[in-house]
């Protein structure tokens, strides 16, 4: 697997906090547009792409129009890219109110119709709608920079953690409501979704899958780093090796969790993010009847190019078999 250098950035939450919950309200304004599109297994169309300035939507293909929304938070604005133009706003508001108002003013110059639903997701402490949400705010640009080269970092990880498998993968990319990095396998398993939930997480729900991500942090759990749980949860969790120092299980919140801090002490943090990946899939394997043969062997593509098929095949076998 090709080696690339990464930054390595410390993340303080309590540094990060009015910018990530800044963040999370205006990117949600873009990400309602991923509600029209086809529903993918586990809302994997609704993710955003990490780019190397910020995040952005897919491009959204309409009978009038196709158009795209890039918020690029190292340069401070949004941009709304389509075939008749392209208009930028910036980051910079008073309020998310008022931002709101100017990316429907952008949008509708280009032929785009504001989000179908201006409601605020997923945030407890916000109120119901982009349109009531006048809360002063300033921007970080310092905070926004940690922000991107963190997100970076674990992309880089959790792509080549999830190249080689063989199910059904989403895009990597951050959940614009939970505001999470994640990178799920799902397999074709029907489960029970939690009673009780609302309607977009029993959705979620209603299959098996593993999930691996980043998040900055809450406010009820004021620690970044990387996360990963199995669906449905099997037993037998607390006993595993997660495969990285620092990596522990956290059975309260059902989660197993690698703080950023142990990740950064690593020789090589983004191959440490896919050893902690292969290590959760290790335990689907072991624990909840996850098949072993539908993960390849982990290389690049040059070395695809020039390799005979029976060599592949070789690394396959010595690889189900432990050698």
Same mark, same amino acid.
């Given at each position: 697997?090709?080696?690339?250098?990464?930054?390595?950035?410390?993340?303080?939450?309590?540094?990060?906090?009015?910018?990530?919950?800044?963040?999370?309200?205006?990117?949600?304004?873009?990400?309602?547009?991923?509600?029209?599109?086809?529903?993918?297994?586990?809302?994997?169309?609704?993710?955003?792409?990490?780019?190397?300035?910020?995040?952005?939507?897919?491009?959204?293909?309409?009978?009038?129009?196709?158009?795209?929304?890039?918020?690029?938070?190292?340069?401070?604005?949004?941009?709304?890219?389509?075939?008749?133009?392209?208009?930028?706003?910036?980051?910079?508001?008073?309020?998310?109110?008022?931002?709101?108002?100017?990316?429907?003013?952008?949008?509708?110059?280009?032929?785009?119709?504001?989000?179908?639903?201006?409601? %605020?997701?997923?945030? &407890?402490?916000?109120?119901?709608?982009?349109?009531?949400?006048?809360?002063?705010? *300033? /921007?970080? @640009? $310092? +905070?926004?920079?940690?922000?991107?080269?963190?997100?970076?970092?674990?992309?880089?990880?959790?792509?080549?953690?999830?190249?080689?498998?063989?199910?059904?993968?989403?895009?990597?990319?951050?959940?614009?409501?939970?505001?999470?990095?994640?990178?799920?396998?799902?397999?074709?398993?029907?489960?029970?979704?939690?009673?009780?939930?609302?309607?977009?997480?029993?959705?979620?729900?209603?299959?098996?899958?593993?999930?691996?991500?980043?998040?900055?942090?809450?406010?009820?759990?004021?620690?970044?780093?990387?996360?990963?749980? %199995?669906?449905?949860? &099997?037993?037998?969790?607390?006993?595993?090796?997660?495969?990285?120092?620092?990596? *522990? /299980?956290? @059975? $309260? +919140?059902?989660?197993?969790?690698?703080?950023?801090?142990?990740?950064?002490?690593?020789?090589?943090?983004?191959?440490?993010?896919?050893?902690?990946?292969?290590?959760?899939?290790?335990?689907?394997?072991?624990?909840?009847?996850?098949?072993?043969?539908?993960?390849?062997?982990?290389?690049?593509?040059?070395?695809?190019?020039?390799?005979?098929?029976?060599?592949?095949?070789?690394?396959?076998?010595?690889?189900?078999?432990?050698?």
């Amino acid at each position: 697997m090709s080696q690339r250098g990464t930054a390595r950035p410390d993340l303080d939450y309590e540094q990060l906090a009015p910018t990530v919950d800044y963040v999370n309200r205006v990117v949600q304004v873009g990400g309602k547009y991923t509600l029209d599109e086809p529903f993918e297994v586990g809302w994997g169309n609704v993710v955003l792409d990490v780019t190397p300035r910020g995040l952005a939507t897919r491009t959204f293909r309409r009978p009038d129009t196709s158009f795209q929304v890039h918020y690029g938070l190292l340069d401070g604005d949004v941009r709304i890219e389509s075939d008749r133009g392209t208009r930028a706003l910036s980051l910079r508001h008073d309020s998310v109110a008022s931002f709101y108002t100017a990316f429907c003013d952008a949008a509708h110059d280009l032929g785009v119709d504001p989000p179908d639903s201006p409601l %605020i997701c997923e945030i &407890p402490s916000a109120p119901a709608t982009f349109e009531e949400d006048r809360a002063p705010r *300033t /921007w970080d @640009p $310092d +905070a926004a920079r940690l922000m991107c080269t963190a997100w970076n970092l674990a992309t880089a990880g959790l792509e080549a953690w999830q190249a080689p498998y063989l199910g059904h993968r989403p895009r990597v990319g951050v959940m614009w409501g939970g505001f999470d990095l994640s990178a799920t396998r799902w397999r074709p398993q029907r489960t029970t979704p939690t009673p009780g939930r609302p309607a977009f997480q029993q959705n979620a729900e209603l299959h098996a899958y593993v999930s691996v991500g980043f998040s900055f942090g809450t406010p009820d759990a004021p620690h970044p780093g990387m996360y990963a749980y %199995i669906w449905p949860q &099997p037993d037998g969790l607390d006993s595993r090796d997660w495969g990285v120092p620092g990596a *522990t /299980w956290n @059975p $309260d +919140a059902g989660l197993v969790q690698l703080p950023w801090p142990a990740l950064l002490q690593t020789p090589d943090p983004v191959h440490s993010v896919v050893t902690f990946g292969d290590a959760v899939y290790a335990a689907a394997v072991d624990l909840a009847g996850w098949p072993a043969d539908w993960v390849c062997p982990r290389v690049d593509g040059w070395y695809m190019s020039r390799t005979p098929t029976e060599r592949v095949q070789q690394l396959e076998r010595e690889r189900r078999e432990g050698g």
